[in-house]
């Protein structure tokens, strides 16, 4: 831009940039760094130039008409709802929450697709684990907006927030003719932005039944790629015997994903060893190492070489081949090595066929995962929604929990630490349970980020699944903290790490600020009213700390982001992020607070734009000033 000269004698650079209210741009995103890589597609008018593309991947580009993937129709509008940016907030509840200020766990109750959407800039590749129980399909278990690529407003509308025009959630038939499509359709986006969010090292989880496992598996396929598929574990939901239909389906799956599956196989943790596990390890022989077990030193010689054939002398003098269609597992001169440190059992007589030593110290700490999970291991749905009747005082308030011993089985495989969980299926919320079980059990901590809609249970008490879904998290909070508070106090309590038992809640809701609608006619009349809504374009009712948390938000920064309420020249600023960010939301600016906010040398700095009330030259003086001091940004809204 040329430095201009407005009609008030401004030069256009010294005015700060306008907040982008929109959520993450995905698709503008990938294209600035298609054009990174390949700069010279890039057009005059800064678009892809198609076939400078072709030419630059050569023979890597398919341009034939027929190819293998997967299609349904809807699809196309899928990527338009995936592109199409959120304009809404998540509205802070502090009187719904527990521990708010203090808090790193969310529980947001909304439409999952705009939610992921909002996410995106604060939670940009830094979920280590994503676990969600979404719909079956079995055609009457879930409710779904009948215009997906109205999300938003469909939403509002279903909410009761703004006047209803028609369109609502419903449950998905099997009449309908594009049964297996309206799922497809519900899912693609919201596992699209999902994956955005995952870590490098991350991880989904998903659970599913036959109805579709076979799309789910494809369409998994189609957005983290083949080559990250990981596993589709095999679940014992039940153990006793359902007579009423033709056969007693006794499980269900849980398929997982990795974000890069190299990255994941390396922080991948061993299960812990159970009783049964150790139970195998002894030391007939004395060794001064430890406890051990032994494995075979044989195996199948389909690829073995030349170097895994001969003849091994044991200690009582018998000569032992491997045995016929087999070979050793290590060399000649690797198994004289092993036999040289003690580390080859020949058995008590030392005629056996001889065995490796593995000991519990060199064992990594625990078990291999393995695909079957049985009801022993991780639960069942029976013992779930006992479970969850218990902490309900003996009220059934939804029927089809999952265990928390299952989740707590994946967590146990892909998390450690304080990393962060996210399920946007949040249902009873299962996953909450889970992190603070496990927390307790390991003293790790780990975030959860729960997502689900408020969706009708015709209940008095609870109304909607959200509603319970806070409530039961709520109740697990308060008896692990019983638990803890009744047991005697340890060695090590008042020293140890302080684990995170809260949560903020936060409510989807159109954005705070009212926006400019281009589309309005363009008569007077028409013109006039829209310039009059934005005299004041902050919405009628909302606080400071729902701007606030918007802000925060659209700029990037993490909802549990830490914010210290200082006073300067007499106005309030809020210091995000120990001064990465400065936000002042006060009406009446003064070149005192500018000098101020610019004194304590922050990354960044919001002001509303309202604030300066017309004064350009105030404005002009902020950008410089805010200049001279490092503030890298400096935007209004």
């Known amino acids: 831009m040329n430095n201009k000269t407005t009609s008030e004698g401004l030069a256009m650079s010294d005015q700060p940039e306008k907040l982008d209210l929109r959520s993450f741009d995905i698709a503008e995103d990938k294209r600035q760094e298609l054009l990174r890589l390949f700069p010279e597609v890039r ?3 800064g678009k892809i130039d198609f076939e400078r593309l072709k030419l630059a991947l050569g023979e890597m580009m398919d341009v034939g008409k027929e190819r293998y993937g997967m299609n349904w129709p809807g699809k196309t509008d899928c990527f338009k709802t995936i592109q199409t940016p959120s304009l809404g907030t998540l509205l802070p509840c502090p009187e719904e929450s527990v521990n708010f200020d203090t808090t790193e766990n969310l529980i947001i109750e909304g439409d999952n697709l705009e939610v992921l959407k909002l996410l995106q800039k604060s939670y940009l590749g830094k979920v280590k684990m994503i676990y969600i129980d979404p719909p079956y399909n079995t055609g009457n278990d879930f409710i779904y907006p009948d215009n997906y690529t109205e999300s938003l407003q469909t939403y509002l509308e279903y909410t009761g927030q703004v006047d209803a025009q028609g369109k609502k959630f419903s449950t998905n038939t099997d009449t309908d003719g594009r049964f297996h499509s309206k ?13 955005n969010l995952l870590r490098e090292d ?4 998903i659970s599913i039944d036959d109805n579709e496992l076979s799309n789910l598996r494809a369409l998994t396929n189609e957005v983290f790629g083949e080559e990250n598929f990981i596993a589709n574990f095999i679940w014992e939901k039940r153990t006793t015997r359902e007579n009423r239909r033709v056969f007693s389906f006794n499980h269900e799956y849980v398929l997982c994903v990795a974000r890069n599956k190299e990255d994941f196989e390396q922080a991948r943790n061993l299960l812990p060893l159970t009783d049964e596990a150790r139970s195998r390890y002894a030391n007939p022989d004395n060794d001064p190492r430890g406890l051990w077990q032994s494995v075979s030193l044989n195996a199948q010689a389909g690829h073995a070489t030349k170097e895994q054939f001969y003849s091994i002398a044991t200690p009582g003098g018998r000569i032992i081949d491997p045995p016929t269609g087999r070979c050793w597992v290590v060399t000649k001169s690797r198994m004289e090595e092993l036999i040289a440190d003690n580390r080859v059992w020949f058995g008590e007589s030392g005629n056996n066929v001889p065995r490796r030593k593995v000991f519990l110290s060199e064992a990594k700490g625990g078990l291999t995962p393995q695909t079957l999970w049985t009801a022993s291991e991780v639960g069942t749905n029976d013992a779930a929604k006992k479970e969850l009747i218990d902490l309900f005082d003996g009220v059934a308030v939804f029927e089809t929990p999952k265990p928390p011993s299952l989740v707590r089985r994946m967590m146990e495989i892909a ?3 304080s990393d962060i969980v996210l399920d946007f299926f949040a249902g009873s919320g299962t996953t909450a349970h889970a992190v603070l079980d496990l927390n307790k059990q390991d003293s790790g901590n780990r975030k959860f980020i729960l997502v689900q809609l408020p969706e009708p249970t015709g209940r008095d008490d609870y109304p909607t699944i959200a509603e319970i879904c806070k409530e039961r998290v709520r109740r697990v909070i308060k008896k692990l903290n019983d638990e803890d508070a009744a ?5 090590f309590d008042e020293n140890g790490p302080k684990q995170d038992r809260g949560f903020r809640v936060f409510k989807l809701a159109e954005s705070n600020f009212k ?3 281009a589309d309005v006619p363009h008569d007077e009349q028409a013109l006039v009213r829209q310039i009059e809504l934005h005299i004041d374009h902050i919405r009628e009712g909302r606080t400071q700390e729902d701007i606030l948390y918007e802000i925060l938000l659209k ?11 200082l006073q300067l020249a007499g106005k309030t600023v809020y210091s995000v992020a120990e001064g990465a960010l400065f936000i002042c939301l006060e009406r009446q600016l003064t070149l005192e607070l500018i000098r101020a906010m610019a004194g304590r040398r ?6 509303l734009d309202e604030g300066f009330a017309g004064n350009d030259q105030l404005k002009a003086n902020a950008v410089q000033i805010f200049k001279t001091k490092g503030v890298t940004s400096f935007k209004t809204v």
């Open 43 to 45: 057009t005059e008018g």
């Open 183 to 195: 799922w497809l359709n519900m899912m693609y986006p919201r596992l699209y932005l999902a994956r």
């Open 202 to 205: 991350g991880v989904i989880f």
């Open 415 to 417: 998390t450690d630490g």
């Open 487 to 491: 047991r005697e106090p340890g060695l």
């Open 515 to 517: 926006p400019w609608n």
């Open 555 to 565: 700029s990037g920064f993490p909802l549990t982001a830490p914010v210290e309420t």
């Open 602 to 607: 922050p990354e960044r700095v919001v002001c």
